[in-house]
């Protein structure tokens, strides 16, 4: 802040650093992003990005896969992370909208979610069946996400292992990992988080 108040130098320096900015902003609209985006849609992280905060939206609500200013988005693991985005671009042309009701996750938010789960169905047995402890949670990881609304989940299903991506429990249609490669086969989903 003192190099800016009364020193030109100050003044070349914000003069430059704007340049770069819109240089930046422009390149960005014109060549693919990292990861296989496509022009103009928000890079896929290159590199993990801890932004702070639990993870958590609120129930019943979602976000934006380019709301990198989020922890549930900025801290999903990168490749995680670029092939949603990349089947969400596609997904869009055939009117349907990926959302993301759950990403990355605390380790403290992920046992909050176990507490309140045992409350909830009356016993911790019954609650692992819906929520991993945070040792356990690839939500934890960054390896997992949650996708709604429904008619986006049953898509995902259908086109997810285009993109790497699968159903990982037959109880969470809305939970998906990377389980194969681009193009590949998914895996059978496994009843549920315990097998």
Known sequence: M????????????RTAFAAVLVLATA???TEPAPGGGRPGEAPALSTPTRV???GSIP????IS???TGHAAIANLDPTLLAAVRDAA???RVRGVELKVTSGWRSKAYQQRLLDEAIVRYGSEREAL???LPPEKSKHVTGEAIDIGPTNAADWLIQHGADYGLCQAYANEMWHFELLTTRGGQCPQPISNGTG
């Open 52 to 54: 702070s905060g639990d």
């Open 59 to 62: 129930e019943n609500e979602s």
């Open 2 to 13: 003192a190099a800016t108040r009364g020193n030109r130098g100050g003044r070349g320096l």
């Open 129 to 131: 069946r819906w929520v």
């Open 65 to 67: 896969l380019n709301d």
């Open 89 to 91: 671009a596609d997904a």
């Open 27 to 29: 390149a960005c609209a």
